[in-house]
């Protein structure tokens, strides 16, 4: 157990549907992340949220649409997708804030959500 | 754009044997980590290097780390079947107190 908890671990969902991934972190961290790691390719970094502000959205199409409610919960909320958003998406958290060292960077992920979209 | 290049991409060694990944950035880093992911499953960090670092042990990991040729290097020692995953590196660089720049992997088999 690494501390992120992500639900659902699995899910199906036709190109219409609206459905939402959740992550909660019971590390006392203050940074909150989502990635997309498709077959083959590098982790992709999608939004980053530090103390519940969203400061990074890596050109994400709008159907994807996170919300941070507070600093140990994180949901990505997901709309009229495309078969090729199918992906493992992972939940990560870490310490963050200005002090702390490097260990502040360390990431904690969660198991991840193997979403299809068919 | 993609900071860190794992080498090589699979790696295929027999149980007691040991595995050596490389890794290549782009550009200054303030420390350099390495994950570990088990099939479908959720990275786990292993180790951290700082940029003024050379080296460092972790039972029985090794990490190196030559900033003037932007590298780093992951030994695995008397590798084990419960050792098979994939590993990553990734950097923080200079100008980011938070985000991570993952390599795209190398693929660790260890055969009993």
């Known amino acids: 157990e690494t501390g992120v908890t992500q639900t659902p671990r699995h899910l199906v969902m036709g190109m219409t549907n609206k459905k939402s991934l959740k992550c909660e972190q019971h590390?006392?961290?203050?940074?909150m992340y989502w990635y997309k790691q498709s077959a083959k390719k590098p982790l992709e970094l999608m939004f980053v949220?530090?103390?519940?502000?969203?400061?990074e959205n890596n050109s994400v199409p709008s159907r994807f649409s996170p919300e941070c409610p507070n600093s140990s919960h994180l949901f990505l909320h997901l709309h009229t997708l495309q078969p090729e958003d199918s992906a493992l998406y992972l939940c990560?958290?870490?310490?963050?804030?200005?002090?702390?060292?490097?260990?502040?960077?360390?990431?904690?992920f969660g198991a991840g959500t193997r979403l299809s979209v068919l | 754009s993609q900071q860190g290049e794992e080498d090589p991409q699979a790696l295929s060694i027999q149980e007691g044997e040991n595995a050596t990944m490389n890794c290549s950035y782009k550009?200054?880093?303030?420390?350099l980590q390495w994950y570990r992911q088990n099939s479908g499953r959720g990275l786990v960090h292993l180790i951290l290097?700082?940029?003024?670092?050379r080296e460092k042990h972790s039972g029985r990991l090794r990490v190196t780390l030559d900033t003037s040729k932007k590298s780093s290097s992951l030994l695995i020692t008397a590798s084990r079947a419960a050792d098979t995953a994939s590993y990553f590196c990734?950097?923080?660089?200079?100008?980011?107190?938070?985000?991570?720049?993952f390599g795209s992997g190398t693929r660790l088999l260890v055969r009993p």
């Open positions: 949220y530090n103390f519940k502000e969203q400061t």
């Open positions: 290097i700082r940029s003024n670092e």
């Open positions: 590390l006392g961290h203050n940074a």
């Open positions: 550009t200054s880093i303030n420390n």
């Open positions: 990560a958290s870490s310490p963050g804030g200005a002090s702390g060292g490097v260990a502040k960077n360390i990431q904690y």
């Open positions: 990734a950097t923080v660089s200079m100008d980011s107190s938070y985000k991570l720049i």
